[in-house]
């Protein structure tokens, strides 16, 4: 949730998309893509207004446009994020899912069932990046959307993004009958675990609101207490969940200014919840994976 000059956020949206064009041959996607049309002429509008009439000015423009500055910020940030994971994934495997998660419309309200597929995957690409983080070697899929091995196990990654608190009761026992099967038929053996990654975006913040906070641990805390509530709203939901899998991520990106600054951020949370069915010990490899996406975000 540090504050990041504008100026930073353009010319880091800028490599990325260098790297899509050059790096993964998308200049054709890049170059129709939401980010390319929407969040770039936005962030550098906001750069513009800094330079022209300081930020006074860019406060204004910000006020014109909230939704889509909102949107511009958080995906920028995002994809940006996902550079190092890229940089280290071979390019026919990292290819077609960041072609997918270019797809899209500019702002996430306007998705149907069809077009929310790019958010979808983007979703899918920030968790494996979080998750490479943290130390561990992600495996895109199609059935699982990920794979880890972590703590002796390989951990099976169901990725969810719904719109509604109906929905996210849907998803999470849609991502559970997924992962049932996908752990009795994976080829890793009787230790391989199910984990369902869902994003909580949508239900926190529809993408018309801008998180204000004074300091970075007052808007983490606000974030962390937020998905905390949601947890606690769906634990009947996360407990039916098959024997075998043992957990949740719950993820959160938003918006956010600094009111003592009055400076602009993007701030993310991720929660991980551990089931333990039989013993204390069946959640471990869940624990390592909170405990190491602590040290890797620098919340010890």
Known sequence: ???????????????ALSFCRGTLKLEDPVARS????????????????????????????FASDPV????????????????PFLRSTETKIVRPRVERALLGPPIPTDEDQNSSKGRNALFELVMA???????????????????IDADGRRLLIECKRPASEGAVRKRIKEAGTQ??????????????????????????????????????????RFLGDALERLQKEFESTVRA??????????????PALDKTSGTF????????????????????????????????????
């Not at 540090?2 to 490599?15: G, Q, T």
């Not at 984990?195 to 808007?219: E, F």
């Not at 991720?270 to 994976?289: E, Y």
């Open 241 to 254: 969940l098959p024997p075998k899998v043992i957990g949740v991520l719950w993820h959160v990106i938003t």
């Open 1 to 15: 949730m540090k504050p990041r000059p504008f100026e930073a956020m353009l010319s880091d949206l800028d490599n």
């Open 265 to 300: 951020a993007v701030g993310q949370f991720t929660l991980v919840q551990g089931i333990n069915r039989t013993s204390q010990n069946d959640s471990a490899p869940l624990g390592r994976v909170h405990d190491r996406l602590r040290i890797a975000f620098g919340l010890t």
């Open 68 to 83: 889509g500055f909102s949107i511009a910020f958080t995906e920028a940030e995002e994809i940006v994020e996902l550079l």
């Open 34 to 61: 939401r980010f390319t049309r929407h969040h770039r002429p936005l962030i550098e509008r906001l750069c513009i207004s800094i330079r022209t009439g300081g930020s006074a000015e860019a406060r204004a423009i």
């Open 179 to 220: 992962l049932a099967g996908q752990v009795r038929s994976w080829r890793s053996g009787a230790g391989t675990r199910g984990v369902v990654a869902v994003s909580l975006t949508k239900l926190i913040n529809p993408g018309d609101k801008v998180l204000t906070y004074t300091g970075v641990d007052d808007g983490r």
């Open 129 to 147: 990046a979080k998750l490479k983080q943290a130390g561990y070697e992600p495996i895109l899929g199609k059935h699982p959307d990920l794979a």
